[in-house]
């Protein structure tokens, strides 16, 4: 119940998800949180919060809540009849390009299966939210959670034809510096772009920022524009390049790929349709 709370911020949704009333919820949260002697939400009028130690907890419950529907599963050997819910984080202009499409055919597949899908380019807490996967495109930090590289991600230097001819063409990453910029604003340092070129040289360049925004999507109007230039990855800039809209730069010259990861809670025991799906992604997403 408490698993259920954290995944549905509200002891009312929570009932409902489990066909429950209100108050037996609300009862069995309060005897968790007598028995620990802590609180495990801050509770207002309108918003309910985890606390710290709430948080920690959470971790353990979602374990404990998704080892036991596998379990369930194995026990019943309905692994050949998936059914259920299966929740899942991903990045907004990747999810919408490679794992919708994933996810329409999944689900034709599998007609029991319903597929929760949270597309966001904000780090967000997987245990948190109730996920049972995320699609993470970054470095991924030691933590307790499970991540499996996928693949690379390349990230290509892009201007327009018309920027190019106003601005000039800059031929080494020192060059950037003197020119309008776009900047990703969910990593540590927006401004600060890395290369490694010829003879593995390793260049760090702190660039001018015109356009800082926290989705890859929202620079290709102002770069199709000729506003200036910026940095992103091919599934969100190969189709202007092929048509010519938007052209490499510094091809010689490379930033670090990031990797595609896919992140899922501590343990390896899941419900027979998440790692159903997870392996479907797995084989086709394509980059």
């Known amino acids: 119940m408490f698993a259920a709370v954290v995944e549905h911020r509200s002891f009312t949704d929570a009932a409902k998800a489990l066909s429950v009333s209100k108050a037996t919820v609300s009862k069995a949260v309060t005897r968790l949180e007598e028995h620990l002697d802590t609180s495990l939400f801050n509770r207002t009028s309108r918003r309910l919060a985890l606390t710290e130690s709430g948080k920690r907890l959470a971790d353990h419950a979602h374990r404990i809540l998704a080892e036991g529907q596998a379990a369930e599963e194995a026990a019943r050997e309905e692994t050949a009849d998936l059914s259920g819910v299966v929740r899942l984080g991903a990045p907004m202009s990747f999810g919408l390009q490679r794992i919708a499409p994933l996810i329409a055919r999944f689900t034709q597949d599998h007609p029991l299966v319903d597929v929760d899908l949270h597309l966001s380019d904000a780090h967000i807490d997987l245990i948190e939210m109730g996920l049972d996967a995320t699609i993470r495109i970054a470095d991924m930090p030691d933590s307790s959670l499970r991540a499996r590289r996928l693949a690379d991600v390349h990230i290509h230097v892009v201007a327009s034809p018309a920027y190019l001819a106003a601005r000039g063409r ?73 048509n010519g809209e938007l052209e490499e730069l510094l091809i010689e010259w490379r930033a670090p790929p990031f990797g595609l990861h896919l992140v899922t809670p501590p343990s390896r025991l899941r419900p027979a349709r998440v790692d159903a799906l997870l392996d479907f992604i797995t084989r086709h997403h394509g980059c």
């Not at 060059?175 to 910029?181: E, Q, T």
């Not at 109007?221 to 992103?232: E, F, H, S």
């Open 170 to 242: 800059p031929v080494h990453p020192s060059d950037l510096s003197g020119h309008d910029c776009f900047c990703y604003s969910n990593v540590t340092t927006p401004d600060v772009w890395r290369f490694t070129g010829p003879g593995q040289q390793n260049v760090v360049v702190q660039v001018r920022s015109r356009l800082t925004v926290n989705s890859g999507d929202a620079m290709l109007p102002a770069l199709r524009a000729g506003v200036g230039i910026a940095r992103l990855p091919d599934f969100i800039v190969g189709e202007a390049l092929a």
